[in-house]
């Protein structure tokens, strides 16, 4: 499957982004989920995950009530609403799938993923 991040961009602190991430060439609705970043200088991290049906989700803690993933399986889409953004949500943000279909906590590792996007760059100015 290959996955296409966008909507990445400049936003002053306190503004808001919505990342997109269109998948292609596979089953869209077979794969969890992921939203990962990195920032300069710094390991890639995990930010959030969605189940292949929609119904769970993981949030890391920095993001927790700024942030919701969500899908839309007809649109072989997930997005990330990202709110409230602060400075240190600058990074390169990448999307990720996982064809397992069982969901837990272990899709909090990049590890678990199978097909990575190119990422799409956000910049936070303070």
């Known amino acids: 499957v290959q996955l296409q991040a966008s909507g990445g961009g400049l936003v002053q602190a306190g503004g808001y982004l919505r990342l997109s991430c269109a998948a292609s060439?596979?089953?869209?609705?077979?794969?969890?989920m992921g939203w990962f970043r990195q920032a300069p200088g710094k390991e890639r991290e995990f930010v959030a995950a969605?189940?292949?049906?929609?119904?769970?989700?993981y949030y890391a803690d920095p993001v927790k009530g700024r942030f919701t993933i969500s899908r839309d399986n007809t649109k072989n889409t997930v997005y990330l609403q990202m709110n409230s953004l602060k400075f240190e949500d600058t990074a390169v943000y990448y999307c990720?799938?996982?064809?397992?279909?069982?969901?837990?906590?272990?899709?909090?590792?990049?590890?678990?993923?199978?097909?990575w996007g190119q990422g799409t760059e956000v910049t936070v100015s303070s």
């Open positions: 990720a799938a996982d064809q397992r279909r069982s969901f837990s906590a272990t899709l909090r590792s990049a590890v678990s993923y199978d097909y």
């Open positions: 060439g596979g089953t869209f609705s077979r794969y969890n």
């Open positions: 969605i189940s292949w049906s929609g119904s769970s989700t």
